[in-house]
């Protein structure tokens, strides 16, 4: 049986003979690509050209290292909040200051959604959410990332830092201001930077 192609639904506007030999739309796609051969290009040659990320982007989770030591006080909130279960941890003490330190910690890549909810909890800023995007494993034990691999020194992250540090304050209006100092939770560290404690943090 044959096919039958209906007319255009009515109301439906009809092209002109010159619209329906697509010549104009050819040349105004020419156009179109003709006017933005010299405009700032955005397109990268990725992998060869590295693609640099703003402090929002929200790539794979760190641990801050201050001096080789990681900020974490093992508080387990990171661990407790992530949506799926992709941190692990185990505390230990610690003569330090803070008390408490990680001596495990882990991030299971593979589950990791990069929801950065263990960033926003974690009263040390000890996670932070790092600008790497690109990283590869070849089986699931290699998925899984110990502190040693998680720790990434201060420095390198403070865009990122800086980048929250500005977005905290307008969240409790103009009275709040956010400080380094609202950071120290454990007694015997409070107490110290009272003191006068300065190498605390
Ligand atoms: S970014 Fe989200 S999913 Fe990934 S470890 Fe943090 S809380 Fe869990
Ligand atoms: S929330 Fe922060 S301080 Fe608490 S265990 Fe996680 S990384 Fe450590």
């Given amino acids: 049986m044959a096919i039958r192609i209906k007319a255009a639904p009515p109301g439906e506007r009809k092209l002109k003979w010159w619209e329906r030999l697509y010549f104009p739309a050819i ?4 156009g179109y690509t003709l ?3 010299f405009k700032r290009k955005f397109t990268v040659q990725y992998p060869e050209e590295p693609i640099i990320l703003g402090p929002e ?3 794979r989770p760190v641990l801050v290292a201050e001096n080789g030591k990681e900020r974490c006080v093992a508080c387990g909130l990171c661990a407790r909040v992530c949506p799926p279960f992709a941190i692990h941890m185990q505390a230990a003490e610690t003569e330090d200051p803070k008390e408490r330190y990680p001596a495990v910690f882990e991030i299971n890549m593979l589950r990791c959604i990069y929801c950065g909810l263990c960033e926003e909890v974690c ?6 959410m790092s600008p790497e995007y690109d990283f590869v494993f070849r089986s699931r034990e290699a998925a899984i990332y110990t502190k040693e691999r998680l720790l990434v ?5 403070e865009p ?3 980048w929250l540090a500005k977005m905290r304050n307008p969240q409790f209006g103009k009275r709040y201001r956010f400080r380094i100092t609202n950071n120290v939770h454990s007694v015997k560290a409070r107490s110290m930077v009272k003191e006068g404690y300065e190498e605390v943090y």
């Fill in 35 to 37: 006017g933005r051969i």
């Fill in 123 to 128: 009263p040390e800023e000890a996670i932070v």
């Fill in 57 to 59: 982007f929200r790539g």
């Fill in 27 to 30: 040349l105004s796609g020419l």
């Fill in 153 to 157: 020194e201060r420095k390198d992250l």
């Fill in 160 to 162: 990122r830092l800086k």
